[in-house]
């Protein structure tokens, strides 16, 4: 009855790489790096457990069955470090720290405990639906097997718990829903520790439990386990991958608003772009390092400007001010509608040579000392990108000229 443990398998490894990436975040965040181990441990407890892992195990380290105590061994890990995680969800850092020592220093003593027990097992041939029957009447393993339940029992009713609290707690309600569904799902594994200890009873009394315990305890297993797997699924992607996607989607959206303005200051200066442009279908195609490509795009425009900055008629500037303050533009926002039409006049001069009267600087000037980081650079350029985009206003008259496609670059 371990036909869930590939899905269970593919499931964890997908969480364990979702969370594991970018690591720096493992650094700073003690409640997500126990969630990726949590997820780590849970694809090594299924791996060793899929037969072909098992045998593979018995002929690299040359001792049968040594893919049980590796599973028995990360299966109390991964208790250890869900109720970390909990921890720190619920708990004030100092207090949450100590409840982690505890959590932790409790693993490791069961682990080193029950891999004394399992290396005083007489080596035998099993697989891994059949490792309990083959040891079920040594006493060292019905010593083993009740340590072991007695703590999954009891960690799986402090995470339903634990899950339950931090459900209540938190305003998210689809992680809220999350952790109840792992609430009911440790409980429902905790049949499969009953039914392991019924086992060792019956061992004891030379009794012999009905032929569908065995079946029944790998249902709650496995039924329960895909549950807390699904239920831990959803804080995943609720505080790692949602942000990630709104991150990206954000960062591509904000690109291609640029994309206008980037592409009449390349036309304009083809030296400020550090890579050639590409086709508006291949733009929106684009998936990887966007933030990157934001960010040089962000840079190329600055270049952009400043390679105009000899083009600035103060007549123009004096003009866009009196008709943009007249439609009731003020601040950052009148700054940056300013800019926009200086940039429309400065290209324009650039490309037909026009010369230039009296020079000023860009309007938005003065703002860009309160610019501290990449995302404030961002945020004032689709402000000048955007009046940039919009149509003319009615009083400027240019000249004809021959105007760009708006092909997006890199």
Same mark, same amino acid.
């Given at each position: ?236 992607? %609720?505080? *790692?991958? !949602?942000? @990630?996607? &709104?991150?990206?989607? +954000? #960062? ?6 640029? =994309?206008? /303005? ?73 700054? %940056?509608? *300013?800019? !926009?039409? @200086?940039? &429309?006049?400065?290209? +324009? #001069? ?6 230039? =009267?009296? /020079? ?51």
């Amino acid at each position: 009855m371990q036909q869930l443990h590939p899905l269970c398998f593919a499931l964890t490894t997908v969480g364990f790489v979702l969370l594991l990436w970018p690591p720096r975040r493992l650094r700073t965040d003690p409640a997500l790096a126990a969630l990726c181990a949590t997820w780590g441990f849970s694809a090594l407890s299924f791996a060793v457990s899929l037969e072909p892992v098992w045998k593979a195990l018995d002929a690299a380290l040359g001792r049968p069955s040594t893919g049980a105590q590796i599973a028995y061994g990360s299966v109390v890990a991964l208790m250890a470090c869900q109720l970390v995680t909990l921890a720190y969800w619920s708990l004030p850092r100092e207090a949450a720290r100590a409840r982690a020592r505890l959590s932790l220093a409790a693993a490791a003593m069961l682990i080193a405990t029950l891999t004394v027990l399992f290396f005083q097992l007489t080596p035998r041939s099993s697989t891994p639906q059949g490792f309990t029957s083959a040891y079920a009447h040594t006493g060292t393993y019905q010593a083993y097997l009740t340590l072991y339940n007695l703590a999954y029992a009891g960690g799986e009713i402090l995470l339903a718990v634990g899950c339950i609290s931090v459900a209540r707690r938190t305003g998210q309600v689809w992680v809220a829903r999350g952790l109840r569904l792992a609430a009911v799902g440790a409980v429902l594994t905790l049949g499969y520790s009953s039914v392991r200890l019924a086992v060792v009873l019956a061992a004891l009394g030379d009794r012999r439990l009905p032929a569908g315990a065995e079946s029944a305890a790998w249902i709650c297993a496995d039924g329960g386990t895909v549950l807390v797997l699904a239920g831990w699924f959803v804080p995943t992607l %609720a505080h *790692v991958v !949602a942000p @990630q996607v &709104r991150a990206w989607a +954000r #960062a591509h959206r904000d690109f291609r608003r640029l =994309g206008p /303005l980037w592409s009449d200051l390349c036309a304009a200066v083809p030296t400020i772009a550090l890579a050639p442009a590409r086709t508006a279908a291949a733009e929106t195609l684009r998936l990887r390092g966007i933030s990157w490509h934001l960010y040089r795009r962000t840079t190329e425009i600055r270049d952009g400007q400043w390679a105009l900055r000899h083009y600035l008629e103060a007549s123009v500037r004096r003009e866009a001010e009196h008709h943009r303050q007249a439609a009731g533009l003020t601040g950052q926002e009148l700054a %940056a509608a *300013v800019t !926009a039409d @200086q940039l &429309r006049h400065a290209v +324009r #001069a650039f490309t037909h040579h026009q010369a230039t =009267g009296h /020079l000023t600087e860009y309007a938005d000037a003065p703002f860009r000392e309160t610019t501290r980081t990449p995302d404030d650079e961002v945020t004032a350029l689709l402000r000048i990108a955007d009046h940039y985009t919009a149509a003319a206003p009615k009083w400027e008259t240019p000249e004809p000229y021959e105007r760009s496609d708006h092909m997006l670059g890199p």
